[in-house]
């Protein structure tokens, strides 16, 4: 490989004998830019995107509030009016099929744009199969979709399209993902996807709690889930997880179906109610015993007999450190 790119250079040095520096650099780069799409199909926007402020630049993908993935504003990625990017070339984050994910992401700012997502669900190195694109979106200055990764997919590493288009010349559809707009800038993303690995519901509620002091229910599958229902005193939720509050002493039960692309299961629980019997101990932790400033920290309640109101007060203390 190295001798045969040895020898194309030294023909490209020979044919451009002559020519400006600027120009035999153009060259090069358009050939980087093209080479860095195989061998997905090649695309073009004809305007520099830099000018009229249609650039793909933040982009945040998460599940379940938690972030999987954040690329930075990188402007503009101009290259003799391609706008095109491949951002990583190895996979940045991982897809579960059956899973709920929200991409968001925000331009230039000053002009109205559309923005399509597709996923080469197959790994066939293209984005024309059914499926495949995952939604025409409008961009302000921001903009966000919610999908479900289908369950028909292969697992292993494959690449995630977004494209960004002047609001007045082109929807991206099905079939656009190659085409060559005006407008706009594309970047493609190495990614993983997977297929559920298992089904089990399960989930954490603790034995005895006490009343008007809210019950936490947490799921043990927290991502790679269609959907959750739960069941608690009567009453339907279809979150993740669940907080409940119960007004009388008693036994109760909890009920959780949880669904994946393999079907579902479900899962009962039992958990008892019971009134204080002495008034509450006030205790907590903190998951920092030093923080600088501006640094954020977490304070974990641990009070016990069922308190139903808390009052934090944080008051400043001596940094016994480094006195800063």
């Not at 793909?56 to 402007?75: P, Q």
């Amino acid at each position: 490989m190295k001798k045969t790119l040895t020898k194309t250079s030294k023909r490209f040095l020979s044919l451009c004998k002559g020519l400006p520096l600027l120009v035999i650099l153009a060259l090069f780069l358009n050939t980087k830019s093209a080479s860095a799409q195989s061998p997905y199909c090649a695309i073009a926007h004809t305007q520099a995107c830099a000018p009229y402020g249609m650039w793909i630049n933040e982009v945040k993908v998460t599940s379940n509030g938690t972030d999987l993935y954040t690329k930075a504003g990188d402007g503009c990625n101009n290259t003799n009016s391609i706008n095109y990017a491949l951002i990583s070339s190895s996979p940045s984050f991982t897809l579960n099929g059956g899973a709920t994910y929200n991409l968001s992401l925000n331009t230039g700012g000053w002009n109205a744009t559309n923005a399509g997502v597709w996923i080469d669900l197959n790994g066939d190195n293209d984005f024309a199969d059914a499926g495949e694109f995952i939604r025409n979106f409008n961009v302000g200055s921001t903009g966000n979709i919610t999908f479900v990764m289908p369950c028909n997919l292969t697992t292993g590493t494959t690449r995630m399209r977004i494209r960004l288009g002047f609001q007045y010349s082109v929807t991206w559809t099905a079939g656009n993902s190659c085409a060559t707009t005006p407008y706009g800038e594309t970047e493609d993303y190495t990614i993983s996807v997977a297929t559920s690995s298992g089904l089990s519901s399960n989930f954490f509620v603790a034995d005895t709690s006490y009343v008007g002091t809210p019950v936490r229910f947490v799921n043990s599958n927290q991502s790679g889930y269609i959907s959750h229902n739960w069941t608690i005193n009567g009453t339907s939720y279809t979150s993740t997880n669940v907080t409940s509050v119960f007004s009388t002493v008693g036994t109760y039960s909890a009920k959780l179906v949880s669904e994946n692309c393999l079907g579902k299961d479900s899962t009962t629980k039992s958990f008892t109610i019971v009134a204080p019997t002495a008034p509450p101990v006030a205790n907590f932790v903190s998951d920092k015993n030093i923080v600088e400033i501006f640094e954020t920290f977490s304070l974990i309640d641990l009070s016990t007999n069922g308190p139903t109101y808390w009052d934090w007060s944080i008051i400043k203390g001596t940094d016994t450190i480094d006195g800063d």
